[in-house]
């Protein structure tokens, strides 16, 4: 398994950028599909993002907004967030699955980072 952590998180204005960092060790980064994940205060953890080598997929409240993508020479998988609203507030989490296929299931991936914390402010 791979180690995950994140990095990136903040608060920003709405209509603000941000850019997440997921950082993993490990030599078999490469083959791991990888996602992104948030839960918002009061919720539960939602999809938002994820990646594989052949497609990447995202929730419908981030479509247009948000661009997953990855380094696997730097064994890092971003987030790219922009146009960003007060609803978008949350703790983001990294998540990976030894796997080809992403998947927006959180019961689909086998290991987690310990997530960043997002504030948009209004």
């Known amino acids: 398994q791979v180690q995950l952590a994140e990095f990136g998180g903040g608060l920003v204005q709405a209509g603000g950028s941000l850019r997440l960092s997921c950082a993993a060790s490990?030599?078999?980064?490469?083959?791991?599909?990888m996602g992104w994940f948030r839960q918002a205060p009061g919720k539960e953890r939602e999809f938002v993002a994820a990646l594989s080598a052949s497609e990447r997929t995202y929730a419908d409240s981030v479509k247009g907004r948000f661009t997953i993508s990855r380094d696997n020479a730097k064994n890092t998988v971003y987030l790219q967030m922009n146009s960003l609203k007060f609803e978008d507030t949350a703790v983001y989490y990294c998540?990976?699955?030894?796997?080809?296929?992403?998947?927006?299931?959180?019961?689909?991936?086998?290991?987690w980072g310990r997530g960043t914390r997002v504030t948009v402010s209004s």
């Open positions: 490990g030599r078999t980064f490469s083959s791991y599909a």
């Open positions: 998540a990976g699955r030894l796997a080809y296929t992403a998947s927006y299931r959180e019961t689909a991936y086998d290991c």
